[in-house]
């Protein structure tokens, strides 16, 4: 079993759907990342976060420490929010998880 | 805005070959970070190295070495390329702790022929 996993693996929406991507983990961290990849293969981190929320424009990041889960959420998605998005815990390092492939069709 | 340049998008090279990876990040980070990413596997930690000329093994550091001889720099070698390292390699580096996001270069997407 993976240390992080997330759900689904793959997504696919019409725009203005409003997106929940979900993330646990097995391990203790004391910070949990969510990065966007475009393809072409340039990861951007959207988030870094060890309690509560954080909100970015339409994106929100959630994290429930005592269950070891976090949520991404788009608002109002739109097919530029295409892309993969991962999922990684800083656990004496950084352990990732396999993504979430996310379509937004117009 | 920090940058992390990685020296190329696509490389392809021959089995046998020397390979260097380079990695120049301009905002005076401590660490830095090779990774590489293949389907299903996810991103898979190399080497990393927390100052310059220190360096240490990440979960697959095997036919891969590394150096960092200036702070703003972590080459990857590839000493003999072997068809089994086509992937996608990212550098990635961070001011140090666990307080700062990671800053992750572009991508080299190497084929080994």
């Known amino acids: 079993k993976n240390e992080v996993e997330q759900s689904p693996q793959n997504l696919t929406a019409q725009e203005g759907e409003f997106i929940t991507i979900n993330c646990s983990y097995s391990?203790?961290?004391?910070?949990l990342h969510w990065l966007q990849q475009h393809p072409g293969g340039g990861i951007v981190s959207l988030f870094m976060l060890s309690s509560g929320k954080k909100k970015h424009g339409r994106l929100i990041a959630t994290i429930n420490i005592q269950e070891k889960h976090s949520s991404l959420h788009i608002t109002a998605s739109h097919p530029r929010d295409s892309a993969v998005y991962i999922c990684?815990?800083?656990?004496?390092?950084?352990?990732f998880g396999q993504g979430t492939r996310l379509t937004i069709n117009p | 805005d920090v940058k992390v340049t990685q020296s190329s998008r696509y490389l392809v090279k021959r089995t046998g070959e020397k390979v260097f990876l380079e990695c120049v990040q301009d905002?005076?980070?401590?660490?830095m970070f090779w990774y590489r990413q293949d389907p299903g596997l996810g991103l898979r930690l190399i080497y990393f190295?927390?100052?310059?000329?220190?360096?240490e093994k990440g979960d697959i550091p095997e036919g891969y070495s590394v150096s960092r001889e200036k702070k703003e720099r972590f080459s990857l070698i590839l000493e003999s390329a072997s068809t089994n390292q086509t992937s996608m390699y990212l550098c990635?580096?961070?001011?140090?702790?666990?307080?700062?996001?990671?800053?992750f270069g572009s991508g080299t997407r190497l084929t080994v022929v």
């Open positions: 990684a815990v800083w656990a004496q390092k950084l352990v």
């Open positions: 190295s927390y100052d310059v000329k220190m360096k």
């Open positions: 990635a580096s961070t001011p140090g702790g666990t307080d700062y996001g990671y800053t």
């Open positions: 905002m005076d980070h401590e660490n």
């Open positions: 391990v203790g961290i004391s910070a």
